[in-house]
Each structure stands twice: as C-alpha cells, then as structure tokens.
C-alpha cells in the first residue's frame, strides 16, 4: 500500500502461543486503531491508542505506538483459535477518514 | 437496532446496471462512513458524512460513484452504469464523534458482484 503496510502478511502459530504484528503509516497521525475481521462478525474495533501514548493494554492485547519511527505493533497473548482471524490498524489525522493497513492474516492452530 | 445494518447482503449486478447500497447507522452516531474491500485487501476509504453533510468525498473512485445521507441518518452509496472492477465488498461504519476519530462501528458490508 502507498499509505503503509503491515507485516507479516500470514502468521500461523500455535494456541497458547503470542502473536505479534506490526503496522507502518507514512502520515502524521491523531491516533491508530487495530481491528479485527472474520467472515462471522465482520469488522470489530479492538483497541485505540492516541498518538501521545506510547503503550497501551487491553486483556490480551498489548499495543504500542512509536510515532518517531511512523510505526505500531500488537501483541496478543496466550492466543485462542477464536482469534483466528484478519488484522488490521486503521490510522487518521483528521476528522473522518481513516486509512487501513494491508492487514495481517493470523491463523491459530488448536 | 443494536447494530449497523446494511441492504442488501448481497447483490449482483449486471455491468452498466445502476445500484443502490443502503446503511442503516446506530441510532444517534454523527459520523458515518463507506469503505470499498476487495477482496484480500484492507478497507478503502471512499466517503464520510458529519450529519447530512459529506465533508470527505475524495475516496470516491469516479463519477459513478454518488453517497447521500439526506436527513443524517440513513445513508445510501449509489453506483451508476457499474462495471467488473466495481466488484468488492462495501462496508459502512458510525461514529458517535463528530471531531477526532474514533471508535467505528461496521456494518457486515454489502457484497458486489458484477458480471
């Protein structure tokens, strides 16, 4: 993608095991979004971090923003099959458009 | 309802018919959104409205491409004279903010086929 890619593009890991994805934009940013997609329940926000916070919890989930380096990365932990799915981060300056990464398609095994 | 709606679930178009792709939003979101994926790609920003008013319409790949939320609440994304590489799935969100992005809510998109 011009705006940014993620990597790795497919991750295949084991359950129990983490997951670790990373995403780059090119612009300045407000903030930066992951989502996750499935084929069951479509496009679902999972967590936002402002462009001013460097880490960033939830659950499993660990984020973290490097805003010098253009760059975020996701961390899931203790992964379940369930979260077999597409992820993407989603960033935005201003008000209305965000733009979506390429996506990173993790399958984890039972 | 609890959730974005959209209608049709899917559709399938022969080329240079006209469609129409409506949005229901969550009742009371400012903010409302249509993106275009095809498929194994990210999301495509096309158009975003502030109420009745479409402030970003710069995704929007040609003329043929037309979105309208006439009284700020449902919305609909009319594509004339469609062709092959219209083929995608179109996705609409809301937002309850009006000024920062933030939190999105999607609908389960609308499948475009046309042949």
């Known amino acids: 993608s011009q705006q940014g890619e993620e990597d790795p593009q497919a991750l295949s890991i084991q359950e129990g095991e983490n997951a670790t994805m990373n995403c780059s934009y090119k612009t300045s940013i407000n903030n930066l979004q992951w989502y996750r997609q499935n084929s069951g329940r479509g496009l679902v926000h999972l967590i936002l971090i402002r462009s001013n916070e460097r880490e960033k919890h939830s659950g499993r989930l660990r984020v973290t923003l490097d805003t010098s380096k253009k760059s975020s990365s996701l961390l899931i932990t203790a992964s379940r099959a369930a979260d077999t799915a597409s992820y993407f981060c989603?960033?935005?300056?201003?008000?209305?458009?965000?733009?979506f990464g390429d996506g990173t398609t993790l399958t984890v095994k039972p | 309802g609890a959730g974005v709606s959209q209608s049709p679930r899917y559709k399938v178009a022969k080329r240079g018919q006209d469609v129409a792709l409506r949005c229901d939003p969550i009742s009371g979101h400012v903010s409302l959104f249509w993106y275009q994926q095809a498929l194994g790609q990210g999301p495509e920003f096309l158009t975003y409205?502030?109420?009745?008013?479409?402030?970003?319409k710069s995704g929007l790949p040609s003329d043929r491409f037309f979105a309208e939320r006439p009284e700020g609440s449902v919305s609909t994304l009319k594509i004339q004279r469609t062709q092959q590489e219209d083929s995608a799935v179109y996705l609409c969100?809301?937002?309850?903010?009006?000024?920062?992005?933030?939190?999105?809510?999607f609908g389960q998109g609308t499948r475009l086929t046309v042949v």
């Open positions: 409205f502030q109420n009745e008013a479409q402030l970003d």
């Open positions: 989603v960033w935005g300056k201003d008000a209305g458009k965000s733009t």
């Open positions: 969100a809301s937002s309850l903010a009006a000024v920062m992005n933030t939190e999105a809510f």
